[in-house]
């Protein structure tokens, strides 16, 4: 198979992929949110009214998102946003490394608990989520890449 016959079944993996991690992440957020607070809060120059919206609609926007994105629903709206925020958790991630930010974002839950994907990804700041932050941005940059049949939402 050629590099773009793969590719369509590439992308279809990785935007169920995304979409399936922003959902959990945003599932396991709106059932505690105790870790996002914690990491907002540590932000000292976000005004707190915004760090407030961040902890109360981020979880939200990451299961629409997610649901979104793995449907393949309003592609042109939807990959593009998906995109910006795994880029700024990247960004958000590269900040809590240079900053010396410790503990955890809760991104995927507790591994205390027997969250097997905090186990597997990690959610503690340092170079490991920098380094899988980087990795779903490349992801998602994927996505906008066209084949030869003009889609990028599914394989032909």
């Not at 760090?51 to 649901?67: A, F, H, R």
């Not at 998602?140 to 003009?150: C, D, P, R, S, Y």
Request: aromatic share 12%; with cysteine; charged share 15%.
């Amino acid at each position: 198979m050629k590099a773009k016959q793969i590719l369509p079944y590439i992308q279809t993996s990785f935007r169920i992929l995304l979409g399936a991690l922003l959902l959990v992440a945003g599932i396991l957020k709106v059932q505690d949110n105790s870790a996002l607070f914690e990491s907002v809060a540590y932000i000292t120059w976000i005004p707190l009214g915004l760090k407030s919206l961040i902890i109360d609609t981020l979880p939200w926007i990451e299961i629409v998102m997610g649901s979104l994105l793995i449907f393949n629903l309003f592609g042109s709206v939807v990959k593009p946003a998906v995109s910006a925020i795994y880029l700024a958790f990247f960004i958000f991630a590269i900040y809590g490394l240079g900053s010396g930010m410790e503990g955890d974002c809760g991104c995927f839950g507790d591994p205390e608990n027997g969250s097997i994907l905090a186990m597997l990804l990690g959610s503690e700041f340092g170079w490991k989520m920098v380094m899988r932050n980087g990795i779903f941005v490349g992801m998602a940059g994927l996505l906008f890449l066209k084949t030869g049949n003009n889609s990028t939402d599914s394989p032909e």
